[in-house]
């Protein structure tokens, strides 16, 4: 053996025979012991002595102990995402789960003092806690980690892991909606009789969470609940958290709200457009189809419900009827306005178009005749004189042209009349649009915000 081997076997020696410890068996015999070397053995007999004749997959039952007390919390790390149309809802959190084991016992001064050790929880009893409204087909973590057992039998595990469940999506105030997601854990296979479950606080965990761009989890109180099922006579208890979500409206009333609103604005520019530009019905018929890509939107967004209705498809809904009735409005000023080889009648001009034209503050054109016009200070009898004498000249020369002349005349202002009847209908249906629209918008915002 050369200087180095030497001088390294000597270093073995010191290490090992430096901290080797006695630990004494329960013999009562001061002079028979365990040599063991180093904390590594320590924990090598203590987990030896604990799984000697252990029974992982038999519920610990001792006297006294005939129920075993099980507690549930959970730290919530992150919320992935709520997938609202297939009502989904995915979960990056943290299982607390303790119980006592009584066949885990022992005592820390025949251990060199150890009060506590890890171990793979396949080697011992765990409790079957499943999710009840979990999709997925196996609890994510629940065998793939160690628990933490304590000298007096408690084991402390906590594993991290993926919830998947079913979170039921009320829409009715959406985009400014409030959410509340139920996770329910409990056990299988024990009943109440056999197997306690509480929480040891009232609310989840929420201080390692990160924060989600469309979420903001309030709170995630809980609730134990002892259940009779139709299957069994006893009861079966439960832990379920109402995890309280609140939806952050910016990315709706910027990239929705707000556009559809002005673009229902659009609409009633189309009673502002001249007849003659051509463009009234286009426009209108435009917003409708813009208003319609919104909904679609909308509706890809949420879930198919028969319960409630949401205030924003109802919104999406009113601006469609509002644009498509200003369509028809405008293709019936169209067809007024182009009524110009028509008759209008008495009943018309003096029941609609003189009261609706004062409403509306649209000047109609004074109606003129043949007759000559005097002063007040001519003489009456000379101008009558002078008007009856020109009306038989008139009337035996001029006959056929005076006859084709006030024909054309009445053309003439009948069709200004039809064009001013159309000009206002265009200002009473800007007025109707814009009350409409006012009355609509303010009835669904204010029902959104305190129904």
Not at 60 to 70: Q, T
Not at 152 to 164: C, H, L, Q, R
Not at 234 to 243: G, K, R, S
């Amino acid at each position: 053996m050369g200087k180095y081997g030497t001088v390294l076997f000597l270093l073995m020696e010191f290490y090992i025979f430096g901290s080797g410890k006695i630990i004494k068996d329960n013999t009562g015999d001061d002079s028979k012991g365990t040599f063991t070397y180093g904390s590594s053995s320590v924990l090598n007999n203590l987990s030896t002595s604990l799984l000697t004749n252990y029974g992982a997959e038999v519920r610990p039952l001792c006297p006294g102990y005939e129920r075993v007390n099980v507690t549930v919390d959970i730290a919530i790390r992150q919320l992935i995402s709520l997938d609202e149309p297939e009502q989904l809802i995915h979960f990056n959190m943290w299982m607390r789960l303790g119980w006592i084991d009584c066949n885990l016992r022992w005592n820390p001064d025949d251990f060199n003092g150890t009060d506590s050790i890890v171990l793979p929880i396949g080697l011992i009893w765990k409790p079957d806690v499943t999710l009840y409204e979990s999709i997925s087909a196996e609890f994510y973590g629940f065998k793939d980690y160690r628990a933490l057992i304590y000298s007096d039998g408690y084991v402390a595990y906590n594993f991290p892991t993926k919830i998947e469940a079913l979170c039921p999506i009320d829409v009715a105030k959406f985009p400014f909606d409030s959410q509340v997601c139920e996770l329910m854990f409990g056990s299988w296979s024990y009943n109440g009789l056999q197997l306690d479950i509480r929480s040891k606080n009232v609310e989840g965990d929420l201080s390692s969470m990160k924060e989600h761009v469309e979420w903001i989890v309030e709170k995630a109180a809980n609730v134990r609940h002892e259940v009779y099922y139709g299957c069994c006579p006893e009861p079966f208890i439960d832990v379920t958290f109402y995890i309280h979500l609140k939806r952050k409206p910016a990315y709706y009333i910027t990239n929705i709200i707000v556009p559809s609103f002005l673009i229902t604005m659009v609409a009633s520019f189309g009673f502002l457009l001249p007849v003659d530009s051509g463009e009234k019905v286009g426009l209108e018929l435009t917003v409708m189809l813009a208003m319609s890509v919104f909904q679609l939107l909308v509706a890809d967004k949420l879930p198919p419900s028969a319960d409630s209705t949401p205030w924003i498809a109802m919104f999406f809904s009113f601006t469609l009827i509002l644009s498509g009735g200003s369509s028809l409005w405008q293709v019936m000023v169209l067809n007024i306005h182009h009524r110009g080889d028509r008759t209008m009648s008495r009943f018309t001009k003096c029941y609609l178009l003189k009261p609706l034209a004062y409403i509306t503050c649209v000047k109609l054109p004074r109606l003129q005749n043949n007759r000559y016009k005097t002063s007040q200070n001519e003489d009456k009898i000379i101008s009558k004189l002078f008007n009856t004498l020109n009306e038989r000249r008139m009337s035996k020369e001029k006959e056929v042209e005076i006859s084709t002349s006030s024909e054309s005349e009445k053309e003439e202002v009948d069709s200004d009349l039809w064009i001013h009847y159309a000009l206002v209908l265009d200002r009473l249906g800007f007025v109707v649009f814009l009350f409409s629209l006012v009355t609509g918008c303010a009835y669904i915002f204010i029902g959104i915000i305190y129904n």
